[in-house]
């Protein structure tokens, strides 16, 4: 069913759901939290309609979630002096869900850089070890005349690409620029990967990649990188001692590149580093139409009681040109929610519902200027929600 076909929560921890009536979490008195941070730029606007779809599921699918919102970002630095709170980064490893927004933009850099550096959402990332970020990129029929490819080319493109998020050159020592004795400037980051996170992460891909299609891409430069090198060993290693029914290709990055825009359908879930990991699903957004579709998961191991912290955030960023404006496309967040409904809030009936319902949104023309190339009735980020809802109503009451 579901685009993930996937169960990481394990069964262990989820009480029986009571069937029947189709209503979740009511007669189990299951509630979850979730911490909301909007961040930079249009993030606190399309944050507000992924909670708008939320309440959308409290009231006509009993689904009881509570969600705070806290302050992330330039926001938090003007009001006090840090771009998150102590209490809050504490609080992030606690909740159920974490729905962030986006951060970086003009506002952002104005914040003194040991702070940003200090604080930033890298820093989230590992504090709440979400070490596997999950990025579905999907093939919509609806917007065959927006995306650039051929129609016939991302027609039933369904990928995971899953993106190691804890580790790499995103956090490797030694890292800075120096000006050494004679007055140059040397800029340094340290590509590193020790052999536990790189069987975490593949552990991880072929759980997920055995649920799916069954085939798994690894992505690497072991031609030049030696860090890869071992990557790929390791990932060999894994994939015939624990997972021989998976079939499993590496695939040297540069060409995947070229691979991912010419034949997007051969890929089912897709393995990368950090870096390569960001850099393709951003060539992956081509597939779905503009970045502003793209969501993301990013998951922890699971704790005793089998629950994972999860983070959950749009692929797209702050994009300040276009903030304030109530233009943004809202379904890259909407759908981060859905992958929460799925992942953390044990209701993968209705990730699927919202699923259908941003492809009867699409399907009914309605567009936001990202997606607007082909045509279709002009929407703002409002309007672009508001037509998700009357979809899951439709649904709702069929
Ligand atoms: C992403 C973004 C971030 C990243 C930036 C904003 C730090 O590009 O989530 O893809 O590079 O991880
Ligand atoms: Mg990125």
């Known amino acids: 069913m579901g685009i993930l076909n996937l169960l990481l929560v394990s069964p262990a921890a989820i009480p029986e759901r009571c069937g029947g009536d189709g209503l979740i979490g009511e007669d189990m008195g299951l509630s979850y939290r979730m911490i909301v941070l909007g961040g930079d730029g249009i993030g606190p606007e399309v944050t507000a309609e992924a909670v708008r779809v939320m309440d959308w599921f409290g009231e006509h699918r009993g689904l009881d979630i509570t969600a705070r919102h806290e302050l992330y970002g330039a926001a938090a630095y003007r009001a006090h002096g840090a771009v998150i709170g102590e209490a809050v980064m504490a609080d992030l490893r606690e909740v159920d869900a974490v729905l962030f927004g986006a951060t970086g933009g003009p506002d952002y850099d104005e914040i003194p850089l040991e702070i940003r550096r200090r604080d930033s959402l890298l820093r989230i990332r590992k504090h709440m070890a979400v070490f596997a970020n999950l990025r579905p990129v999907i093939g919509y029929d609806e917007l065959a005349d927006t995306v650039s490819m051929k ?12 993106r190691e998020l804890n580790g790499g050159i995103y956090f490797g020592q030694p890292r800075g620029v120096t000006v050494s004795a004679n007055g140059l400037e040397r800029g340094v980051n340290t590509l590193v990967y020790e052999t536990p ?3 975490r992460i593949a552990r991880f891909a072929f759980d997920l990649t055995k649920q799916r299609g069954g085939h798994l891409h690894s992505i690497d430069k072991s031609n030049v990188l030696e860090c890869h090198q071992l990557w790929r060993r390791i990932v060999t290693r894994i994939g015939a001692e624990e997972y021989p ?23 089912d879930v897709v393995l990368a580093d950090n870096m390569f990991g960001d850099i393709l699903s951003d060539l992956a957004g081509a ?10 998961a990013s998951l922890s191991l699971p704790d005793d009681s089998g629950r994972r912290r999860a983070l959950y955030e749009p692929v797209h960023g702050s994009a300040p040109d276009i ?23 044990n209701s993968p009936g209705e990730a699927e519902m919202l699923r259908q319902a941003v492809h009867g949104a699409l399907a009914a023309g309605v567009r936001t200027p990202d997606i607007m190339a082909g045509g279709g009735t002009a929407a703002s980020t409002a309007e672009m ?11 709702h009451d069929a």
């Open 323 to 345: 903030a304030g404006q109530g233009i943004a496309n809202p379904l890259g967040a909407i759908l981060s929610f859905g992958l929460a409904l799925e992942l953390s809030f």
């Open 385 to 395: 929600t508001d037509a998700v809802l009357a979809e899951l109503q439709r649904l």
């Open 197 to 199: 996170e790189i069987e």
């Open 151 to 162: 129609a016939e080319a991302i027609s039933g493109v369904n990928m995971m690409i899953v």
């Open 245 to 267: 029914a998976v079939s499993l290709t590496h695939m040297i990055v540069d060409n995947c590149a070229m691979q991912i825009i010419r034949d997007p359908k051969q890929f």
């Open 287 to 296: 597939i779905s139409g503009s970045l502003g579709m793209l969501p993301s």
